[in-house]
């Protein structure tokens, strides 16, 4: 019997790196090719884990960073039981933005925790589920702000960070890419929104090509 297991695509980086227009792209391309798509978001993605997104997000709180890699373990816990996994076994590729390897870089990296240590939590939160692939948009750190500030929107606690956390964000997600070569693909955020979808596309071919 063949394997009906679906794909799990996740799109990582920097805030302001442009992760939900490539997401946008993704998806409307991998329709046309009438593949079977759900789009998630992390975190969220589900009423449960939607409140826990709340909670982090909210500038007027300050979770110790344990508390903070909990509460992301916990949402994605819920995506992954609720939606992500029966989505997968049910065949469906699911574009997913953000995964387990923000919560490395943020709380392993940016909050000191450690890799090891917040790979751990996530491991009982997904049940060792794994992307078949990841991109990583890299952008400096300026020009996400400047895209950040050019929305109008009010920051959320996280991107409130100062650059010296997002230095320790960026030096673990270059880790993380640098020991999964075979998973991962850093793609270029400084170029417009066309081109890194067809880097994106290009980088998604051999799966596409799998089936």
Same mark, same amino acid.
């Given at each position: 019997?063949?394997?009906?297991?679906?794909? /799990?695509?996740?799109?990582?980086? +920097?805030?302001?790196?442009?992760?939900?227009?490539? *997401? $946008?792209?993704?998806? *409307?391309?991998?329709?046309?090719?009438?593949?079977?798509?759900?789009? +998630?978001?992390?975190?969220?993605?589900?009423?449960?884990?939607?409140?826990? @997104?709340?909670?982090?997000?909210?500038?007027? +709180?300050?979770? &110790?960073? @344990?508390?903070?890699?909990?509460?992301?373990?916990?949402?994605? %816990?819920?995506?992954?039981?609720?939606?992500?996994?029966? %989505?997968?076994? $049910?065949?469906?590729?699911?574009?997913?933005?953000?995964?387990?390897?923000?919560?490395?870089?943020?709380?392993?990296?940016?909050?000191?925790?450690?890799?090891?240590?917040?790979?751990?939590?996530?491991?009982?939160?997904?049940?060792?589920?794994?992307?078949?692939?990841? /991109?990583? +948009?890299?952008?400096? @750190?300026?020009?996400?702000?400047? @895209?950040?500030? %050019?929305?109008?929107?009010?920051?959320?606690?996280?991107?409130?960070?100062?650059?010296?956390?997002?230095?320790?964000?960026?030096?673990?997600?270059?880790?993380?890419?640098?020991?999964?070569?075979?998973?991962?693909?850093?793609?270029?955020? &400084?170029?417009?929104? *066309?081109?890194?979808?067809?880097?994106?596309?290009?980088?998604?071919?051999?799966?596409?090509?799998?089936?």
């Amino acid at each position: 019997m063949p394997d009906r297991r679906g794909r /799990l695509i996740t799109i990582e980086g +920097l805030d302001g790196s442009g992760k939900t227009t490539l *997401a $946008d792209g993704l998806e *409307a391309a991998l329709l046309d090719r009438d593949l079977p798509v759900l789009r +998630l978001r992390e975190p969220g993605g589900v009423v449960l884990s939607e409140r826990i @997104r709340d909670l982090v997000a909210d500038p007027g +709180l300050a979770p &110790h960073p @344990r508390t903070e890699a909990l509460l992301f373990a916990a949402a994605r %816990a819920q995506l992954c039981a609720e939606v992500l996994l029966p %989505a997968l076994e $049910d065949g469906r590729w699911v574009l997913l933005d953000r995964f387990v390897d923000s919560s490395l870089a943020y709380q392993g990296g940016g909050r000191g925790l450690g890799l090891d240590v917040v790979a751990r939590i996530n491991e009982l939160a997904t049940t060792g589920c794994r992307p078949d692939r990841t /991109l990583l +948009l890299r952008v400096s @750190r300026a020009s996400g702000r400047r @895209r950040l500030l %050019a929305r109008g929107e009010e920051q959320d606690r996280m991107e409130r960070e100062d650059d010296a956390f997002f230095s320790r964000v960026e030096q673990a997600y270059d880790a993380l890419a640098t020991g999964e070569p075979e998973r991962f693909r850093t793609l270029d955020a &400084h170029k417009d929104a *066309a081109q890194v979808l067809t880097d994106a596309l290009d980088a998604l071919a051999d799966i596409l090509q799998a089936g």
